[in-house]
């Protein structure tokens, strides 16, 4: 069954959330803190972080941009305040889902099974490697490359990749791309204007730039070579 990390520094939150996942048959890890998030990761390679922002010492950001150095890994942040939501709306990194508190546990464990159907969803399918030009992308090992170049893409970006390249020349509205990339998920449709923003800068830093082009008023799309 799958491990699911939980970094929560207060004991009844984290609690509560280990007990709901363990009824529900997962296996559950716990830190209070980043940098024993960080440790626990790499020792247990969980299938899902749950990721409180509010974190002492090392906030919850900091522990997203340690798991990406290593790999895309699902992460679904527990926010507290609707500031917390913008700056996670606008991280860089892209976290795969997010609850606001206070929230019910019933709903964590909702977004907890949704986002491990995504990955679960695109593994079993065994699709087959999709390649547009020097695009590469391999859907069971969510591996992303460009030219030759691994693309440091999260498992949310990865499927927003993989739905354009699939119909390269289509044009994808942001209710489509968030359907695809957060199903079951209440996020905003501007959250898939943020995954784009920075699928866009990977691409660039990876040498492969304007692959996607926005068609005002329409949505998203990738150029076909
Ligand atoms: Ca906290």
Known sequence: MALVLVVEDEPEIAEVLEGYLRQAGYRTERAADGVAALALFRAARPDLVLLDINLPGMDGLDVLRGIRKIDATPVVFLTARSDELDT?????????????????????????????????????????????????????????????????????????????????????????????????????ERVIDTHLKNLRRKLDEAGGPHLIETVRGAGYRLRAR
Request: aromatic share 4%; net charge negative; charged share 30%.
């Open 88 to 188: 996670v709306l606008g991280l860089e990194l892209g976290a795969d889902d997010y609850v606001t508190k206070p929230f019910s546990p019933r709903e964590v464990m909702a977004r907890v099974k949704a986002v491990l159907r995504r990955g679960a969803a695109v593994d079993d399918a065994g699709d087959p490697v999709v390649r547009v030009g020097p695009l590469e992308l391999e859907p069971g090992r969510w591996r992303a490359t460009y030219d030759g170049h691994g693309l440091p893409v999260t498992v949310t970006e990865f499927r927003i990749l993989h739905h354009l390249a699939a119909h390269p020349g289509r044009v994808a509205d942001r209710a489509e791309l968030l359907e695809v990339a957060l199903p079951d998920s209440d996020a905003l």
